[in-house]
């Protein structure tokens, strides 16, 4: 397995300028989210989806749209690039079922995307 | 709503002393803690989550409900163990069942 994979590993875009950044899975989980980590910041929940057409934002949303056609992809992308949004992105993905107990499973994140909007 | 504090931004130590990063919460229900690891030029990968009680290459973290914190220990640093430590929480109410948030994260540096 691949597991979680994500392109192009770095960016260069200029203000205004639109780019999806890819990010697929090969582990059939229902599961997947975008963050971005920022010195200081963390990792932020940009997007989050349950399965194919189901989508939800998470706490920093504005300026990124996305979609989720199938269980195994689920791209992320930015309108209108803004100096703001220059940032390494992580994409993720678990299984959406939980143990007997209720208890989630591992979150396996991909490998990052840097992000540098000038 | 949900939300991790993790207080300090650089944590450094020298070998063998002593490691504890802190970890508070907030959440109104019952949470799933995790503490996740970035080591350098790797992906970020979880270290040990509070159900499995268990010790993760000598770290270990309690679920203290009372004080909301979630704080990971370990008794002597290794130079190995120099990393990006993130704590996070998923909720367990239907509103918030799926986000897995996280902390702003601790550098932990253990010196020679």
């Known amino acids: 397995n691949a597991g979680v994979t994500q392109t192009p590993k770095f960016q260069v875009l200029k203000t205004g300028q639109s780019m999806t950044l890819q990010c697929a899975q090969d582990m059939n989980h229902e599961y997947m989210s975008w963050y971005r980590q920022d010195p200081g910041m963390g990792l932020r929940l940009i997007h989050y989806s349950v399965g194919a057409g189901i989508t939800d934002q998470g706490e920093v949303p504005n300026g990124y749209n996305v979609s989720r056609s199938t269980t195994e992809d689920f791209p992320l992308r930015l309108l209108s690039a803004a100096p703001s949004q220059t940032s390494v992105y992580f994409c993720?993905?678990?299984?959406?079922?939980?143990?007997?107990?209720?208890?989630?499973?591992?979150?396996?994140f991909g490998p990052g995307t840097r992000l540098t909007v000038t | 709503a949900q939300r991790v504090t993790q207080p300090e931004k650089l944590l450094s130590v020298f070998k063998g002393a002593p490691v504890e990063l802190k970890c508070n919460y907030s959440y109104s229900g019952s949470p799933e803690l995790f503490w996740y690891v970035q080591y350098s030029r790797q992906r970020l990968q979880l270290l040990l989550r509070h159900i499995s009680r268990e010790s993760i290459k000598g770290f270990t973290a309690d679920l203290n409900k009372g004080e909301t914190s979630f704080h990971l220990k370990k008794p002597f640093a290794q130079e190995e163990d120099s990393a990006m430590y993130y704590c996070?929480?998923?909720?367990?109410?239907?509103?918030?069942?799926?986000?897995?948030?996280f902390g702003s994260g601790t550098r932990l540096l253990v010196r020679p």
């Open positions: 993720a993905s678990r299984p959406l079922t939980t143990s007997a107990k209720g208890y989630s499973y591992e979150q396996y």
């Open positions: 996070a929480l998923r909720g367990t109410l239907m509103d918030s069942s799926y986000k897995l948030i």
